[in-house]
């Protein structure tokens, strides 16, 4: 029961995968970059639960056609307009390890915390 579940709904357990992973990324690194890299693991198995949140079966654009039931556009665009923001999070973010490591010479934050403790 529990398996063919899981099966059927495939697309949630790849969330709950991607927001682990994501989670355990950001949470148990102490590297800079791969905390960058855990955030946009977090941020796909968003993006993903939205998408699949919206999916209705045999749905159709409301933009062209009469036929019922429609698909509302609006977590599409959200989900475009969350990935540009994620883009330039990267970005900032990446700017930010990039001067950071300039500075100090490590992106390990445990370090980074001993450097600005000496100061």
Do not use: C, W
């Not at 529990?2 to 697309?11: D, V």
């Not at 968003?46 to 999916?55: C, K, W």
């Amino acid at each position: 029961m529990i398996l063919e579940s899981l099966l059927t709904q495939y697309n949630y357990v790849a969330v709950v995968a991607l927001l682990g992973i994501g989670l355990y990324m950001i949470v148990e690194s102490t590297n800079l970059v791969k905390k960058v890299i855990g955030l946009n693991v977090f941020q796909t198995g968003i993006f993903l639960l939205f998408i699949t949140a919206a999916y209705v079966e045999g749905g159709a654009a409301p933009v062209l056609t009469n036929e019922a039931p429609y698909v509302s556009p609006l977590p599409h665009v959200l989900i475009l307009t969350a990935i540009v923001v994620g883009v330039s999070l990267v970005a900032v973010a990446l700017a930010l390890i990039v001067r950071i490591y300039g500075a100090y010479g490590t992106l390990d934050e445990d370090v980074l915390r001993e450097v600005r403790a000496n100061e």
